[in-house]
Nanobody, 123 residues
């Protein structure tokens, strides 16, 4: 069966960095775009960014542009979210998702999800 297993995350002070990883199994990883979403306390799940099948293209939400980056390794079947200059408003549970549509912000377009990873940024 398809599994997306996330790792990384944790607590950091504002201005710090964290790296999240998402490892896929049971799927032809290179055949799918990967996205990252987050859900802050009391908020809906929101799009953070995505990477294309090849990894050559990425898209990031305006609020994280210039601070976050997404990369993937199709040999290791992993996708990563590097988060720098973190802010308290970046706090939330982060999810990776797998989709046939690159860059889509629509949650129903993601057919598999990771288990979620908590990121807490203190001021």
């Amino acid at each position: 069966q398809v599994q997306l297993v996330q790792s990384g995350g944790g607590s950091v002070q504002a201005g710090g960095s964290l790296r999240l990883s998402c490892a896929a199994s049971g799927v032809t990883f290179s055949g799918y775009s990967m996205g990252w979403f987050r859900q802050g306390p009391g908020k809906e799940r929101e799009f953070v960014g995505a990477v294309s099948r090849s990894g050559y293209s990425t898209v990031l939400e305006n609020s994280v542009e210039g601070r976050f980056s997404i990369s993937r390794d199709n040999v290791k079947e992993t996708v990563s979210l590097q988060m720098n200059s973190l802010k308290p408003q970046d706090t939330g549970v982060y999810y990776c998702g797998l989709s046939v549509y690159y860059g889509t912000r629509d949650i129903p377009d993601y057919i598999y999800w990771g288990q979620g990873t908590q990121v807490t940024v203190s001021s």
